[in-house]
């Protein structure tokens, strides 16, 4: 009966979700007015010390950190977003 119980325990406890990084963990949600605006005209006092510019195609790691901010560029150079990670 106990096996059963811890079993059953298990599994409900991989049912739940993985905590969610807000946009306030690593600062994301305060550079908003930024988006749009070139990557060079980001000043890096704005930014976090744990932070990395991610162009299309590059090459990033996939580790989570939710204190890093990730500064989501288009081809031009351009910032689209701000994402914690």
């Known amino acids: 009966m106990r096996i ?7 599994v409900l406890a ?3 979700q ?7 963990t690593c600062g ?3 550079l908003g007015g930024w988006i ?3 990557a060079t005209a980001l000043d ?11 162009a ?5 790691t996939q580790d989570y950190r939710p204190n890093r901010l990730n500064v989501l560029l288009d081809r031009q150079g351009r910032i689209t977003g ?4």
């Open 4 to 10: 059963c119980l811890v079993a059953c325990l298990l």
């Open 18 to 24: 993985p905590p969610e990084a807000g946009a306030g």
């Open 36 to 38: 749009g605006q070139p």
């Open 82 to 85: 701000f994402r914690c990670g």
């Open 28 to 30: 994301a949600g305060r």
């Open 44 to 54: 890096e006092q704005y930014l976090p010390e744990e932070h990395r510019l991610v």
């Open 14 to 16: 991989g049912c739940g």
């Open 56 to 60: 299309p195609g590059m090459a990033v």
